[in-house]
C-alpha cells in the first residue's frame, strides 16, 4: 500500500500560508531521513526541503529559504512542511519522500519511498 501520504494543499492567494502533512503508513519512519519535493507542469521535480532522522540537521532549496520550515514529530511519526510568503511560483504538486540511509539521498532525489503529492495553488 501506499506508504507516504501527503494532505494540507489548496488554493491560495499570494502571501498566504499553508502547512502540508505527511503521515506514513503501514511502518514507522522514525529512524528516517524525510524530506518535500515540488513539480510544477512541464517541469522536473524539484527539492525543497529535508531533515534528518533525529530533527537535527535541515535543508532548504535557496528559493525557499527563510520562507518555508520543515519539522518532524517521530512520536507522532509526522513530517510538516511550513510554508509562509506563498508566491505564484509555488504552485506545483508537492510530494513527500522518505529514506533509511540520510538526508543526502533524499537531497539527491533518490529516497527510497515517495507519497503521492498534494496540490498547492497560489494566485497571484
Known amino acids: 500500500q501506499v506508504q507516504l501520504v501527503e494532505s494540507g494543499g489548496g488554493l491560495v492567494q499570494a502571501g498566504d500560508s499553508l502547512r502540508l502533512s505527511c503521515a506514513p503508513s503501514g511502518r514507522t519512519f522514525s529512524s528516517y531521513a524525510m524530506g518535500w519535493f515540488r513539480q510544477a507542469p512541464g517541469k522536473e521535480r524539484e527539492f525543497v526541503a529535508a531533515i534528518s532522522w533525529n530533527g537535527v540537521s535541515t535543508y532548504y532549496a535557496d528559493s525557499v529559504k527563510g520562507r518555508f520550515t520543515i519539522s518532524r514529530v517521530n512520536a507522532k511519526n509526522t513530517v510538516y512542511l511550513q510554508m509562509n510568503s506563498l508566491k505564484p511560483e509555488d504552485t506545483a504538486v508537492y510530494f513527500c519522500?522518505?529514506?533509511?540511509?540520510?538526508?543526502?539521498?533524499?537531497?539527491?532525489?533518490?529516497?527510497?519511498?515517495w507519497g503521492q503529492g498534494t496540490q498547492v495553488t497560489v494566485s497571484s
Open positions: 519522500a522518505a529514506d533509511p540511509n540520510g538526508s543526502s539521498r533524499i537531497r539527491a532525489s533518490i529516497a527510497d519511498y
